[in-house]
């Protein structure tokens, strides 16, 4: 049997997926690519992210909300009618896993919350994303990636140190809860083969932000010193940084002795490794401004081009700094497969971010496109054995 014929890990997983913009939709489809059945519950006006993007496709769907919602199918509910309540409570009562991103309190007045549906499905496996937890002083207040970085402690840490607070340029919150809320719910699902009971998983953008920070944190607890801002550079190493050639600049990690010394080596700076200012690491991280500027006073000399593979060839990892083109468009992101083309039925052939893991003997693939909103909306009542015409919502 090929690959492509073997059932996916998740085959056989329902995944009611109730939320919108980002963290939410991105964990699902990670889901829907390992082979669960994701239904994407939409209000009737969509999700935001349908129409979040300024430049214009084919159709009313942005090119972002088709790089998050493949793997999925699509009915819109309008959850505050008792009608379509009773839909998504029948949908609930086939899930095993529900994804909502909500504010806290929200679900629980539409009567969609994890108590009310545990009462018809014991076990469901109930993920709440949002952007301060269910619980605390902070619970109540608005969640986006920028505000969870801001409170995180995250951009406190980044840009440079004669420049203002900056955000990290990917949205690490957002993707980071979604890769948390994963990891929770595969381990829930796990754990209800051993116990048949489900479970209620409160993930959040916060706290996701802090969990990135170990070293910065670790340096906080360790020294008693609040982290500042330090550019490219590392708090555990040095030098480990974006460095200046003679065209811009490049990566360099000489950031352990044996490194180092033969970067010192390789760049013809020998006269560096036993300066009594840079001998061991501790001494490089004091003293790192001085380091860099002393080993860019060579590195101006050549191109960056030349340095990398200069410094490649002698088991010294560098290189360069790609913008979203050069990173898309490289032999390596090609043999990685991670621009993948797929077919939709109103933009034709569209990009979707190739898979971040790949699984050898159960590939993911693409087995549904980015749904038209409401798009599923006859067959999964068919499914609950509800007549279409009849429960049709206005959208």
Not at 179 to 203: H, S
Not at 217 to 231: D, Y
Not at 331 to 341: D, K, Q
């Amino acid at each position: 049997m090929s690959t492509q014929e073997k059932s996916l890990p998740l085959e056989g997983i329902r995944v009611l997926d109730v939320s919108q913009v980002m963290a939410g939709p991105f964990a699902c489809m990670l889901l829907g690519d390992l082979g669960a059945d994701v239904i994407k519950v939409e209000p009737p006006s969509g999700d935001q992210t349908r129409s979040a993007m300024g430049f214009k496709m084919k159709g009313d769907d942005s090119l972002g909300f088709l790089n998050m919602n493949r793997n999925k199918r699509s009915i819109a509910l309008d959850l505050k009618t008792e009608k379509d309540r009773e839909v998504f409570l029948a949908l609930a009562k086939t899930a095993d896993v529900i994804v909502e991103n909500y504010r806290p309190g929200v679900v629980k007045k539409l009567g969609i919350d994890y108590e009310t549906v545990s009462k018809v499905n014991p076990g469901i496996i109930y993920a709440s994303i949002s952007g301060f937890g269910q619980t605390g002083p902070w619970s109540a207040r608005p969640g986006f990636d920028l505000m969870a970085q801001a409170a995180a402690g995250v951009m406190s840490i980044t840009g440079h140190p004669d420049g203002p607070p900056a955000k990290s340029g990917a949205p690490l919150a957002d993707i980071g809860c979604s890769l948390f809320a994963v990891y929770a719910i595969l381990a829930a699902c796990i754990g209800r083969q051993k116990t048949g009971e489900g479970q209620f998983i409160d993930a959040s953008l916060y706290e996701a932000g802090l969990s990135f920070a170990v070293w910065d944190i670790c340096e906080f607890w360790g020294t008693g010193n609040i982290p500042h801002r330090i550019g490219t550079a590392n708090r555990m190493a040095a030098p480990y940084q974006a460095v200046r050639a003679s065209d811009g600049h490049f990566v360099i990690g000489g950031n352990n002795d044996r490194l180092y010394r033969r970067l010192c080596e390789t760049m013809g700076r020998e006269d560096l490794i036993e300066h009594p200012d840079y001998v061991t690491n501790s001494l490089r991280l004091a003293n790192r401004d001085a380091l860099i500027a002393d080993l860019e006073t060579t590195l101006v000399e050549r191109t960056r081009e030349e340095w990398v593979n200069l410094l490649l060839e002698a088991g010294i990892p560098a290189g360069s700094i790609l913008d979203y083109a050069e990173a898309l468009e490289n032999p390596h992101s090609e043999a990685r497969n991670m621009v993948m083309p797929i077919q939709h039925p109103v933009e034709g052939e569209v990009n979707n971010i190739g898979f971040p893991v790949k699984l050898r003997g159960t590939p993911q693939r693409v087995r549904r496109h980015p749904p038209l909103l409401d798009e599923h909306r006859a067959e999964i009542l068919r499914e609950l054995g509800l007549e279409p015409e009849a429960e049709a919502s206005d959208v």
